[in-house]
Nanobody, 116 residues
Framework: VQLVESGGDSVQAGGSLKLSCAAS????????MVWFRQAPGKERELVSR???????TYADSVKGRFTASQDNAKNTLYLQMNNLKTEDTARYYC???????????RGQGTQVTVSS
């Protein structure tokens, strides 16, 4: 299974973007889905996690502004990002996580740049 992220762009602070992560095949229902981001010179940050039972959690830095969702029929994960801030500038990646034997996939990332 391959993951392909899209939707990254350059926007002004206060703007919105919707990222997509399309899987080339079925993702086992026992896997979780994660968005994380990494900016140059900064540590990788977990942005959101959707557990196999559908529970979604967010980093405090994005809570109330970002919404993660998934469309199982389309094998696609989304990240709606509103009220973007300059500190949201990073490369965003999606991961499939869980049992390493069946849930170990990562995309190449999509760049989000937020300017003031």
């Amino acid at each position: 299974v391959q993951l392909v992220e899209s939707g990254g762009d350059s926007v002004q602070a206060g703007g919105s973007l919707k990222l997509s992560c399309a899987a080339s095949g079925d993702i086992p229902s026992t896997c979780g889905m994660v968005w994380f981001r990494q900016a140059p010179g900064k540590e990788r940050e977990l942005v959101s996690r959707i557990t196999p039972d559908g529970t979604t959690t967010y980093a405090d830095s994005v809570k109330g502004r970002f919404t993660a969702s998934q469309d199982n029929a389309k094998n696609t994960l989304y990240l709606q990002m509103n009220n973007l801030k300059t500190e949201d500038t990073a490369r965003y990646y999606c991961l499939v996580v869980g049992d390493p034997k069946t849930c170990d996939y990562r995309g190449q990332g999509t760049q989000v740049t937020v300017s003031s």
